[in-house]
């Protein structure tokens, strides 16, 4: 059978736009209000590939951060394979700031950490995962960088940096992970980023206490909540990410309105000059580039609000639409575990070999991790780390020595100081948040004859 030249690319168009409805999978979300623009680059760039590119394994994207964006041939293409790149699983691509990331969207930026970081206690900053909702504002020079306290205050006060810094100065380790991590593994699969497992990552997050700056401004403490903005702005008609917490939490001790991430001034991608830190919540709370703290009654009204990152008070049944008037705002953080080594796939030799991972809970602490080898049948305890501490992280490691070659499944289960135990299916949702089922990798092992 001969098949014509011209078949043979209407095929290959065929099953691009097919991978192109595919990734479009995760822009209809209510995350994404308005994604028609995206959708059309997506399928027109689909369609219209650069070979040459297509071959390279890293791209780097230059472009200088501030510049005025020119949607060229070769940017556009450049963009639809930085998506390709995630779904492949093989690709990773070089930002200004990070070593190589799986790039979900190149602008505004949201960069995934590849599994392989996660081998330290503290994700340094150039491996840490991105998220935005908004494009990043225009760099902001310290010098110039004023926030305002506003609303329900004895006065409303503008503080510089310097300002900020005379303040008692607090580090909090703690985990920063995206609400909506691991939604790709959500079955049935449900529309927004398909992050797997890498929107996630543990600092040391330094600055003043959100509730010394309070104390500034005569902050009026009977006062139900306190509304954050930040210096992005939507475009076009986008709504401003501005989030609310409660006056509680506000207060906290731990809740920090970062200058520094592991030592170093706040990267630009992180918040640079200062970044909420609400330890143990869900990162949407976490606002970045922060320049307006609000002191109110009542929490904002905005989009980021309602009805975006609110989850069903009661059980769904998967892939059926929530009633909004059962959806609440989204706080602390659930039971979660991460099998970091061997890989998925992996081949290994018999004889004695370690699996390891990280464990993490929101507000509470990692009490153990169990580990089965053989798909569940049999548990036994993984070593913990010695931070033993409330929103951070705890590494874990398993010695393991195969009794037989074959085909082994591995799972990871957490168990927290609350009592909470990692459960076998997450709950599924239609924004698919807060996934955190038990952790499961295949692996071979060779009889090594």
């Not at 959708?39 to 005025?68: F, N, W, Y």
């Not at 690709?91 to 700031?97: E, K, Q």
């Not at 960088?145 to 310097?162: M, N, P």
């Not at 996630?200 to 010394?212: H, I, K, Q, R, T």
């Amino acid at each position: 059978m001969v098949v014509s030249q011209r078949s043979r690319e209407i095929g290959k168009k065929d099953e691009l736009s097919k991978s192109a409805d595919r990734r479009a999978l995760r822009l209809t979300s209510p995350e994404y209000p308005f994604v028609e623009i995206r959708l059309r680059i997506c399928r027109q760039g689909a369609l219209a590939r650069d070979k040459r590119l297509e071959s390279d394994k890293v791209i780097r994207m230059t472009r200088p951060h501030g510049s005025t964006p020119v949607l060229n041939r070769r940017e556009v293409l450049g963009s639809l394979l930085a998506v390709s790149a995630l779904a492949s699983g093989e690709d990773l691509v070089t930002i200004p700031g990070k070593r190589p990331m799986l790039v979900h969207n190149d602008r505004p930026e949201d960069l995934e950490t590849p599994l392989s970081y996660f081998d330290s206690w503290l994700t340094p900053n150039d491996a840490f995962f991105v998220r935005q909702h908004l494009p990043r504002p225009a760099k902001i020079e310290g010098a110039s960088f004023r926030l305002t306290l506003k609303g329900r205050v004895s006065k409303q006060i503008e503080l510089t940096l310097a300002d900020l810094q005379k303040l008692s100065q607090h580090t909090v380790p703690a985990v920063l992970e995206c609400t909506g991590n691991g939604r790709g593994f959500f079955r049935p699969r449900v529309p927004g980023i398909q992050w797997e497992r890498g929107a996630v990552g543990n600092a040391e997050w330094s600055g003043p206490a959100l509730s010394d700056v309070l104390k500034l401004a005569g902050a009026d403490a009977d006062a139900s909540c306190v509304t954050v903005n930040g210096a992005d702005i939507g475009v076009a008609k986008t709504p401003d990410f501005i989030r609310s917490l409660p006056m509680k939490k506000a207060l906290h001790p731990s809740t920090l309105l970062a200058l520094k991430m592991n030592g170093q001034p706040l990267p630009d991608l992180h918040g640079f000059p200062l970044r909420l830190v609400v330890p143990g919540w869900d990162g949407t709370s976490w606002v970045k580039w922060v320049d307006s703290v609000s002191v109110a009654n009542e929490p904002d009204k905005g989009f980021y609000m309602a009805p975006a990152y609110r989850f069903p008070k009661h059980a769904l049944l998967p892939g059926t639409p929530a009633n909004p008037a059962d959806l609440e705002v989204i706080e602390s953080m659930p039971v979660k575990s991460y099998i970091t080594g061997p890989v998925n796939g992996a081949e290994i030799q018999v004889g004695r070999t370690t699996v390891r991972g990280m464990a993490w809970a929101g507000e509470e602490r990692i009490a153990k991790v169990d580990i089965s080898t053989d798909g569940g049948s049999r548990w036994d305890s993984a070593e913990l780390s010695s931070h033993d501490l409330p929103y951070t992280w705890r590494l874990w490691t398993f010695a393991w020595t195969p009794e037989k070659p074959g085909y082994h499944t591995i799972l990871s289960r957490a168990t927290d100081s609350a009592g909470r135990v990692q459960p076998i299916v997450a709950t599924w949702n239609p924004s698919g948040y807060l996934y955190n089922a038990i952790d499961q990798i295949g692996i071979m092992v060779a009889d090594g004859k």
